[in-house]
């Protein structure tokens, strides 16, 4: 996973609330075994509506998507996130996301915005007006910026998640930070123990 610090871009205005992970992709798209090519499917029994936003030529490109409170509840399928990074989103904004979602989405470097309601619906309305309004991510710093419409967000994001993507770390990053205490312990193990091939 590549270090995440700043995503700039454009955003697509998803403004709808309670969207779950079946919404953002269907249960049809779970057969396949890669983490690839699940962008054809996000979102895909809305896309059949030729006016659902994801198929509006003005916000074709986007980088961001701003969407309504409680993005990403239901079930666990990291294929949500995995169909939102393949489609090109790198930050999603909202008031809250589902428990899950959240946690699946720093591991696969897709950047969680918590904003407050307020900016949410500031962001949403400003891009809804400019869809070529430029939007700033900034992780470090933990705010979303629109200069143009004079909006500055600070969103909320722990600081364990906030590491990893500033670092690059997925899960097998964070193991392999810990490697020296890992040899280091194995080799004081009893050699009667059970060990691992490598």
């Known amino acids: 996973m590549e270090p995440v610090r700043i995503i700039t871009g454009t955003a697509l205005p998803l403004d709808r609330s309670d969207v779950d992970t079946d919404q953002i992709i269907p249960s049809e798209w779970l057969k396949r075994v890669e983490r ?3 962008g054809a499917g996000l979102f895909s029994e809305w896309r059949d509506d030729r006016d659902f936003v994801l198929n509006r030529p003005e916000f074709a490109g986007a ?14 399928r990291e294929h949500a996130v995995w169909a939102l990074v393949d489609y090109g989103f790198a930050a999603v904004i909202s ?3 589902g428990d899950i979602f959240l946690s699946n ?19 949403m309305e400003a891009v809804v007006a400019d869809p070529t ?12 910026e629109a ?12 600081d364990g998640a906030r590491s990893r993507l500033l670092q690059g770390l ?11 205490a890992i040899d280091a312990f194995e080799s004081h193990r009893s050699a009667s123990l059970p060990t691992v091939a490598r």
């Open 105 to 123: 989405s720093t591991r696969s470097g897709l950047v969680p915005c918590i904003v407050s309601h307020e900016d949410d619906r500031k962001l």
């Open 63 to 76: 980088n961001i998507l701003i969407a309504g409170p409680n993005f990403g509840v239901g079930s666990s």
């Open 133 to 144: 309004l430029e939007i700033t991510v900034d992780v470090e710093r933990r705010v979303v």
């Open 36 to 38: 690839t090519g699940f």
């Open 95 to 97: 008031p809250r996301f």
């Open 170 to 180: 997925d899960d097998i990053g964070v193991t392999l930070s810990h490697v020296s």
């Open 147 to 158: 200069p143009a419409a004079g909006i500055i967000a600070p969103f909320v994001i722990n």
